[in-house]
């Protein structure tokens, strides 16, 4: 079978998502494309969702932060944006998402938006209503672990 000329073979861009979420949650590769199909599915309709072809290219997600690479088609980046924007749960556990850039491949998606998609955490215990909670601190927020779940927090509320 012979290959499609250039002028014909399908064109693509690549979306960078910033993943955050609680630093327990459970998310898997598998599952976050399941979502992304669902809601480009339930957004645009079956033929949309097909046109739209969201594929998930490359996944990181640690300690509550990450990042993915989001393949679509070149006419369809403005659809794929706001189906990725009805994401906001991933195996039960809340996620919220940010389109940091679009680029024409996956290595410059990666390098340019996403930088290191997992930046680091430091554990430690903070006064927090009252009380000394273990918690978790990244770039200026603070995920508290209390007994009814985690709880975002700024820097100034644990102080």
């Known amino acids: 079978m012979k290959h499609l000329p250039k002028h014909l073979q399908p064109r693509w861009r690549y979306l960078a998502v910033a993943i955050e979420t609680w630093p327990d949650a459970g998310i898997g590769r598998r599952a ?3 979502e992304l199909w669902y809601a480009g599915q339930n957004l645009l ?5 097909a046109d739209a072809d969201l594929r998930l290219m490359r996944f990181e997600i640690e300690g509550g932060s990450g990042g993915a690479i989001v393949r679509v088609r070149r006419g369809e980046v403005e659809a794929a944006r706001a189906a990725i924007a009805c994401v906001d ?5 809340p996620v919220g998402l940010r389109i940091s850039g679009v680029s024409g491949s996956v290595d410059a998606a990666s390098e340019s938006y996403l930088g290191d998609p997992a930046p680091s955490s430091t554990q430690r215990e903070v006064a ?3 009380a ?4 978790r601190r990244r770039d200026g927020a603070v995920d508290v672990d209390t007994p009814s779940g985690w709880v975002g927090a700024t820097v100034q509320d644990t102080e």
């Open 128 to 130: 927090f209503e009252g």
């Open 32 to 34: 976050f494309q399941r």
């Open 132 to 135: 000394d909670r273990p918690a």
């Open 89 to 93: 749960e991933v195996n039960g556990h």
């Open 45 to 49: 309709g079956d033929p949309g969702g």
